[in-house]
């Protein structure tokens, strides 16, 4: 018979329970890892973090002109003036600053909960909304845009570290993908919704807007049924008895001590380890390339370019003479969605920096093709399937890849220091992009792509030169890498 610690405060029953599960190839222990309950806290967390965070980032871009006019206090976009591009490119890109805001909110999770801060979150995401449903003006529609963007800033941050903190050890890597998969998801949903012939309309843009508060809503509504977070219960708030329970209710078992002594030893690492500051990880030679490599991994991500597609696909369908620029916008969501499952299955195939090469140097090729499409009026066509494969080529790389990176690469003792500037580079690069596209537009015209190609060459060249391969390697090894090559 296997040797079982019993726990302080189980009854006789839970150690009975627990000795007959330990012997049944069939108890709970050897059950699927996917329970009920932990699917439901999955979905709340999803629902209302990053895939709202997605939403927000779609929401804008199918009805762009009506919402110009209507702001402008217009109901037809072919008879009146509607907001020029210097205030729509305001509109879309202080959603980024809010996002930087709420990035910076993260100690909120360690001092009041996960739960908690997900319920407070919501505060953020249903006053926004509200603002940008009853907008009749320009600013009230910028308050509203950066109200819902801290609320996805606190999502980056609240909704990967419940996943994480919720998933067990067998199925980590996927429940940890599904945060990506939200976004996606929500930029899919808001691309749908925002069709000419479902809710982007004059008439129904201020519903398209309003169907936010529906994800709250059940967010909110199922928060009062999800255990909160184990790892927090433990580690930060002490209430051992409380953590055990959360996990028993997550994996319908009484067999949970593994989890448990994972628990305590990382409890006793953390007493007996000193966290670095920002300037002594600076100060570090290996740690200060490891921050670099995770900084330029997320600057990676957005000056790709890949957000000038998703915010403003619908006006680049157009200008490239597409028939119908809101069904290609639908079909870059529903890409980006299936490549994004895809790199699921290639992540730990192919590896993190292979695929970080192959999508941004694919990205380069295929910006180099659309600007040749714009050219030449015949090309149309090519120049719609070239947007459609870089998003493909950004799916498989530099999408999912730098988030994993930056988790990757630093020693725990460094990570709390050094994901937020990782974090932040990652939103104000993304607002460089929102606020600049249109004017980039307007005085590249057909050239606009060539910037953006630029710098996919750039970074291709950076993670050739600079990024460690992390696939199938510990973080002790993957730190050794950066001490021998950099020093320490």
């Known amino acids: 018979m296997a040797t079982l610690r019993v726990e302080d405060g189980e009854s006789q029953d839970e150690r009975t329970h627990l000795l007959n599960n330990s012997e049944k190839p069939g108890g709970s222990s050897r059950g699927s ?72 909110t993260g100690k909120i999770t360690n001092i009041i909960g996960r739960k908690k801060t997900m319920l407070v979150n919501n505060i953020f995401f249903i006053s926004g909304t509200l603002m940008t449903v009853f907008a009749h003006n320009v600013g009230l529609m910028i308050a509203g845009r950066i109200f ?61 807007f309003a169907l936010s508060l529906v ?8 928060l009062f049924f999800l255990p909160e977070s184990p790892v927090w219960l433990y580690l930060e708030s002490n209430q051992d008895q409380a953590a055990r329970d959360s ?12 989890e448990i002594d994972t628990l305590q030893r990382s409890r006793e690492e953390a007493a007996n ?49 597409v028939s119908n620029p809101d069904l290609m916008t639908t079909m870059v969501g529903v890409i980006n969605v299936f490549m994004t499952i895809v790199s699921v299955w290639l992540m730990d195939r192919a590896g993190r920096r292979t695929l970080l090469l192959t999508g941004l140097g694919g990205m380069a090729i295929f910006y180099a093709v659309l600007t040749l499409s714009k050219h030449i009026h015949a090309l149309s066509t090519l120049a719609a399937i070239s947007v459609l494969v870089i998003v493909i080529f950004f799916a498989i790389g530099p999408g999912p890849i730098p988030w994993l990176m930056v988790a990757e690469i630093f ?17 104000l690069s993304n607002f460089a992009i929102g606020i600049s596209f249109n004017a980039i537009k307007d005085g590249l015209g057909d050239n606009t792509f060539i910037p953006f190609m630029g710098l996919c060459i750039f970074f291709t060249w950076f993670v050739f030169q600079y990024c460690p391969e992390t696939k199938g390697r510990s973080l002790e090894e993957i730190t050794a890498i950066f001490v021998k090559r950099y020093g320490n």
């Open 273 to 321: 380890r000193q966290e670095l500051s920002l300037r002594t990880l600076i100060n570090i030679p290996s740690l200060r390339m490891a921050l670099i490599v995770g900084i330029f991994s997320q600057l990676a991500q957005q000056l790709s370019g890949i957000n000038s597609i998703f915010y403003f696909s619908s006006s680049i369908f157009k200008d490239a003479g």
């Open 148 to 208: 819902v963007g801290i609320g996805a800033g606190m999502a980056t941050v609240v909704t990967p570290t419940y996943l994480g903190d919720i998933a067990p050890q067998s199925i980590r890597g996927a429940i940890g993908t599904l945060n990506q998969l939200g976004i996606t998801s929500g930029i899919l949903f808001s691309q749908l919704m925002g069709m000419s012939t479902v809710l982007g309309t004059f008439h129904g843009w201020r519903y398209l």
């Open 411 to 427: 020693p725990s003792s460094a990570s709390a220091a050094a994901v937020s500037p990782c974090i932040a580079a990652n939103w």
């Open 33 to 104: 890892p996917w329970t009920a309950q932990l699917i439901l806290a999955v979905f709340t967390s999803v629902i209302g973090g990053s895939f709202q965070f997605g939403w927000h980032v779609g929401v804008i871009n199918q009805p762009e002109k009506i919402v110009r006019a209507a702001l402008h206090g217009c109901d037809d976009v072919d008879t009146c003036d509607s907001v020029n591009s210097v205030q729509w490119s305001l509109i879309v890109s202080l959603f980024c600053i809010g996002g930087l805001i709420g990035s910076f």
């Open 247 to 258: 996990l028993r209710k997550l994996r319908q078992s009484e067999y949970i001590h593994d």
């Open 215 to 222: 994800f709250s809503g059940i967010q909110i509504l199922l």
